[in-house]
C-alpha cells in the first residue's frame, strides 16, 4: 500500500475545495436562518445545526494550521459569517436559557469557543447549567453524551467526566460482529471516536481495544460503502482514520471521492444524480462538504505532524 505522504495533494485539494464552496455559498446566501428567527426554531435541522457543522469544520481548520493563508482566511470568514447568523451568540444564550435540557446550544457554541468566539452570558450560564442533575439525566443514546461532554471540555464548564464508562456504553464500545454495522451505526461509530479524540486532537483517549477493531475493520467498511456510492459517510470513516493514528485505509478512497467531486467544489453525497435546483443541490450536498473538510484537515494535521512535514 502507497502511503499517504505520496497523496497530500490530493487530500489537499479536495478539502480545499470543498471548504471554498461552503465558503461561497455561505456568501450568495445559502444555509442562512430565516428572517427573524427566534429560539424556538420551528426547524433546527434545516439552517440552525447546519450552521453548527459548517462551524465546527472551519473551527477545525483554524485549529490545525495545516491550510494556507487563502483557505485559511476562509475559514475564518465562515466562521464569522455563521457566528453573525446566530447574532454573535445571543441567540445561542436565549435558547438555552429558555430550554435548560437543550444541549445544541452548548454542542454549537463549542466551534466557536474552539476558534476564539465566546459570550460571556453564555459562558456563565452553561457553567450554571453544568451544576444540574437534569440536563444529564435526559435519554439519549451514548455517543450523543459523549457529544456534550467533549462540548464542555471545550468550553470549560462542568466536572471531568467517566470517559471510559461512557465510551464502553456506545456501540463501538461493544466492538460488535463487524457484519452488523448499517448505515446509521456507522455514523454512530465516527461520532464515537470524533468525540472522544476531540476531532482527532487526542488519539491517545481512544480506548485501545476500540482502536485495535477500527484498525482492523475501516478498510473493509470504506471499500463497502464506496462500493454502493455512500461518499458522505466514507468521508466520516476516511476521518476515523486520522483520528486512530497511523492511517490504515490507504490512498485508493481519497482518490474515489476527489473523482467524484464537481469542479466547483460541490462534493455529492451518494451516487444519485444531483439535483439541477441549485438551492436543493446545497441542501443535499452542503454536509458532505463538511465531511470533506474535517476529514481532509484531520487527516492533513496527523500526517504532516507524524511524518515531520512543515504545512
Known sequence: MMPLTDHLGTIQNWSSKALNWLHTTHQQGYGHLPPHATVDLADPDGAYKPLGEAALAASLVLRDGVAGSHDTQAARALIDSCWHQLQDGNLLYERQLRHLTLTDPLELYAHFARAGLRHRLLDELLADYAGLRAPDAMEVVPNRRLAVAN??????????????????????GATPEPWAVDWGTGYDITHTVFHLTDWGARPDDLPASMARYLRRWLPVWVDIWLEVGQFDLVGELLAVDACIGDPVCGPKPWQQLAAVQQPDGLTPRDSDPIAGDEHTAFKENEHTAVVAVISGTITLARTLGAAGIAA
Open 151 to 172: 462540548a464542555r471540555r471545550i468550553v470549560g464548564v462542568g466536572r471531568d467526566p467517566d470517559w471510559q464508562a461512557l465510551a464502553a456504553a456506545t456501540w463501538l
